[in-house]
Structure formats: structure tokens, C-alpha cells
């Protein structure tokens, strides 16, 4: 069974600065999607960045970026030039990729970020 | 831009009473899902629907649930008698197609059952 695994309850980071969400995951399946949701406070989840594990390049998206790592199975998050917006839970999810395959997320529990001004 | 809504926000309820739960999905979205997340835990996959039926459930969606698409555009979760375990905060979800890479989430319904 896959499992996605986030060791950091909780970060903190200084406006302006930068910081590093980590991710691990479990996987038997070559070919998935890994993604990082961001829940703000009392809002729905939104999907931030998205990798398809074929791809060697990693995703960016203006101040995000992923530093994914297929062999050690690893999906960090990068957020560059933080800002108070950024404040939120964010989410490390997979999904197997393919014709027929299951479109469930598999998520991890989650990192509560803090944005400090 | 278009959002997947969910009412209540919260519901109370006492165990053994049946709950519904419901979702409007974005309109021109075909496959539908519930997922919960028990405080503290993961968000957890219960159930994904399309073509008015269940495309595929978790272990944890046994007999006391149930979901439904009563109409053009409600989508919603029934749990027929609820336990004490089922206090989770429950998230609908909705995507254009099977091949659609992205869930477009709601705000979620805490449910808390006393």
C-alpha cells in the first residue's frame, strides 16, 4: 500500500525568507502524481504544485518549487521570499497515474506553517 | 471562479441519529469524492462516484454509509447511525474527469457526535 509521510508538524519562517516542506512517500507504482496542497485557516484546500513522477525536471510554480528525488522516493517543497499568505497547513499527497488506476489522494498529516512578519 | 461548497459548516449530533452531509461540486466536474480527516490525523479517502454509482471505497466506508446524487447537483454523505468515532471533519471533492490531475476541495463539515 502507498504512504505519504510528513516528519514536520510544524515550521516556522521569517517574511521574505525561505523554507523547506519535506515529504517521503511509499510507493510499489512507477508512474503517479505527487502533490502539495496548502489549507489556509477555516478555508478549503488548493492545489499549490503538482510533479508527474515521469518527469525528471522538477515543478515550479513563481515562489514554489519541488526538489523531487524519485529513487529516494522524496517531494520536498520550496517557498521562496515567504510572505503572511503563505501561512497555512500544507499537504503532501500522492495518486497512482495511468489508464483504469484509482484517482484517490493518498495524503500525509500535514505541516502547520507560520509565517512570522 | 467556481468552488465546491459544503453545508453546515458544523453539525452536532448525537450518536446513533443519522446524519447528511452535503456537497455541491463544481457544475461541469463528473467525478465526486468524500474524504475525512479525524483530528489530529490524516485526510483519508472514503468514497469516489461517478456515473451515479461508487467507482471505488475505502475500508472504512462500510454499511453505515451511503452517498447519493439526488439531483443535477447535490452530492451527499449519509451516515446512517453515527459513533462516537465518526467526529472528523469531512471534505468534498469533485475533478473534471478520471485523468483530471487535480481535486478541487471544499471547506469541509467538522462533524462532531456526542
Known amino acids: 500500500a502507498q504512504t505519504v509521510t510528513q516528519s514536520q508538524p510544524e515550521m516556522s519562517v521569517q517574511e521574505a525568507e525561505t523554507v523547506t516542506l519535506s515529504c517521503t512517500y511509499d510507493?510499489?507504482?512507477?508512474?503517479?502524481?505527487l502533490f502539495w496542497y496548502k489549507q489556509p485557516p477555516s478555508r478549503q484546500m488548493i492545489l499549490v504544485i503538482r510533479?508527474?513522477?515521469?518527469?525528471?525536471q522538477n515543478a515550479t510554480e513563481n515562489r514554489f518549487s519541488v526538489n523531487f528525488q524519485k529513487a529516494a522516493k522524496s517531494f520536498s517543497l520550496k517557498i521562496s521570499d515567504s510572505q503572511l499568505g503563505d501561512a497555512a497547513m500544507y499537504f503532501c499527497a500522492y495518486r497512482r497515474r495511468g489508464g483504469g488506476a484509482t484517482n484517490k489522494l493518498i495524503f500525509g498529516t500535514g505541516t502547520l506553517l507560520a509565517v512570522q512578519p | 471562479e467556481p468552488e465546491v461548497t459544503q453545508t453546515p459548516s458544523h453539525q452536532v449530533t448525537q450518536m446513533g441519529q443519522e446524519v447528511i452531509l452535503r456537497c455541491v461540486p463544481i457544475?461541469?466536474?463528473?467525478?465526486f469524492y468524500w474524504y475525512r480527516q479525524i483530528l489530529g490525523q490524516k485526510v483519508e479517502f472514503l468514497v469516489s462516484?461517478?456515473?451515479?454509482?461508487?467507482?471505488?471505497k475505502s475500508e472504512i466506508f462500510d454499511d453505515q454509509f451511503s452517498v447519493e446524487r439526488p439531483d443535477g447537483s447535490n452530492f451527499t454523505l449519509k451516515i446512517r447511525s453515527t459513533k462516537l468515532e465518526d467526529s472528523a471533519m469531512y471534505f468534498c471533492a469533485s475533478s473534471e474527469s478520471l485523468y483530471s490531475y487535480e481535486q478541487y476541495f471544499g471547506p469541509g463539515t467538522r462533524l462532531t457526535v456526542t
Open positions: 462516484f461517478y456515473n451515479n454509482e461508487i467507482s471505488e
Open positions: 457544475s461541469n466536474h463528473l467525478y
Open positions: 510533479q508527474e513522477a515521469y518527469k525528471q
Open positions: 510507493t510499489s507504482e512507477s508512474d503517479y502524481y
